[in-house]
């Protein structure tokens, strides 16, 4: 038996900038941060033949080409499993909710294969992978970050070339700012999940098409992703809280899916109850409210008269790991 634990995400600066129709042609900058918030996959050889799967449905099939998850069976494919395996997925946040569960599930689940295999992996190799597997062998209009901080874990700084290569690095920090940060961060979830496919196929469009609108948008946020990078290794969380404002007011116009009038209504309420900067994390239109605050109780008791749910965390630095293997 094999269980892997691997983390999901929130973006801290330079989200979008990781997509190839943007990267390829001006490079990109992404921070991310894993969070203790995980999926878990657990694979046993099972006494059966077929394939054995169990999610938020149940699928058992004989044959590689009647599995309908189509993550699932592409890493299937991908690693050459014989159909006498139970794959068993737990996850401590619904998918659709903005903190990159599609990449942490193809991470872990690749990892998971791997060790079921007894192969040895790295984190450059499962991030390459799991990228590869969504972005060419699916054809998802995603990039590449959710794969990487899962695979990596902690802050990490994640530079994408025009020639498709990826440098990671973490973000020097200073323990005292991870736990400013730590203590100033609130994740709040709004209610309902969404597909990010429509925001991201809009912004891959308008990319290869040249719009300057977008590409505009695109380039001041990878600048600012920069510039959040130095407050932070400067121990200056505060102007990153502003920052975090800035960064949400150029992404609501960067597409008319990003956001809609419940979610601007509730952020202008944090605002004016606490939060200096904040946003929704992910491509937007539904899952988490991310906010910087000063005053933890008072937008606490705001978000929760509007109704929403606060998910405490704290960061994860240990990436996708194999917990068991028997």
Not at 47 to 76: D, N, Q
Not at 83 to 107: C, K, M, N, R, Y
Not at 244 to 257: G, L, P, T, Y
Request: proline fraction near 2%; charge should be negative.
């Amino acid at each position: 038996m094999i269980i892997t634990r691997t983390p999901l995400r929130i973006s801290i600066g330079g989200g979008g900038t990781d997509l190839p129709s943007y990267y390829e042609k001006f490079g990109g900058f992404v921070i991310s941060a894993a969070i203790n918030k995980h999926v878990f996959i657990t694979i046993n050889r099972s006494y059966r033949e077929g394939y054995f799967l169990k999610y938020s449905r149940m699928e058992h099939h004989m044959t590689l080409g009647e599995v309908e998850h189509p993550v699932i069976r592409a890493c299937l494919r991908r690693e050459r499993i014989e159909p006498q395996v139970e794959i068993v997925s737990i996850a401590d946040i619904p998918s659709g909710t903005g903190l990159g569960s599609s990449g942490t599930f193809t991470v872990g689940l690749l990892n998971a294969l791997k060790a079921y295999k007894r192969e040895r992996t790295t984190p450059e190799m499962l991030a390459h992978e799991a990228a590869e597997i969504e972005m060419m062998d699916l054809g998802e209009p995603c990039g590449k970050q959710d794969q990487y901080i899962a695979a990596y874990g902690g802050i990490t700084c994640q530079d994408y070339h025009e020639d498709g290569s990826v440098t990671i690095s973490p973000l020097d920090l200073h323990a005292d700012t991870v736990r400013e940060l730590d203590e100033s961060l609130m994740l709040f979830f709004t209610g309902y999940s969404r597909s990010a496919s429509e925001a991201l196929n809009e912004q891959k469009s308008r990319s290869e098409q040249g719009d300057t609108q977008m590409l505009d948008n695109l380039h001041f946020i990878k600048d600012l992703g920069r510039r959040i990078r130095d407050a932070l290794e400067a121990g200056d969380t505060r102007a990153f809280g502003e920052m975090m404002h800035e960064h949400w007011m150029r992404k609501k116009v960067r597409s008319a899916s990003v956001t809609n009038e419940h979610i601007n209504g509730l952020y202008d309420f944090a605002r004016e109850n606490g939060a200096l900067g904040g946003k929704l994390v992910g491509a937007g239109g539904g899952g988490f409210l991310m906010f910087y605050t000063d005053d933890r109780k008072r937008l606490r008791r705001a978000m929760t008269e509007q109704g929403l749910t606060e998910t405490d965390f704290t960061f994860d630095f240990e990436g996708s790991v194999v917990l068991l293997r028997t």
